[in-house]
Nanobody
Framework: QVQLVESGGGLVQAGDSLRLSCAASGSTFSSYNMGWFRQAPGKEREFVAAIRWNGGDTYYTDSVKGRFTISRDNAKNLVYLQMNSLKPEDTAVYYC?????????????????????WGQGTQVTVSS
């Protein structure tokens, strides 16, 4: 089982960019589908983006399409979330998660239950 550690969060202004990273331990990282979720204060955790184990398919929630990009580097055991044109409503704790689910399509990718392992989260705050 992998262990996940997120980094890259911070305080930025609306319109700025951030890149989150998620470092995974273990030699089987390349077999995991990976996702990013976020949770704002007083709200439920919500799906943001996911990428299949081989990087062949990516999925996004509608509110971040065109602004966020998920990618992975299996050689380095890293998954990224590039966030551009940030908005105050993007403020949340962002979590990285790993899934062994097969098959892995958009519907399953968006569900937290598909993920076996979670990181501790990194705070992203966007000021207006």
């Amino acid at each position: 089982q992998v262990q996940l550690v997120e980094s890259g969060g911070g305080l930025v202004q609306a319109g700025d960019s951030l890149r989150l990273s998620c470092a995974a331990s273990g030699s089987t990282f390349s077999s995991y589908n990976m996702g990013w979720f976020r949770q704002a204060p007083g709200k439920e955790r919500e799906f943001v983006a996911a990428i299949r184990w081989n990087g062949g398919d990516t999925y996004y929630t509608d509110s971040v399409k065109g602004r966020f990009t998920i990618s992975r580097d299996n050689a380095k055991n890293l998954v990224y979330l590039q966030m551009n044109s940030l908005k105050p409503e993007d403020t949340a704790v962002y979590y990285c998660a790993a899934s062994t689910r097969r098959p892995f399509y958009s519907t399953s990718a968006a569900g937290a239950r598909a993920y076996d392992t979670w990181g501790q989260g990194t705070q992203v705050t966007v000021s207006s």
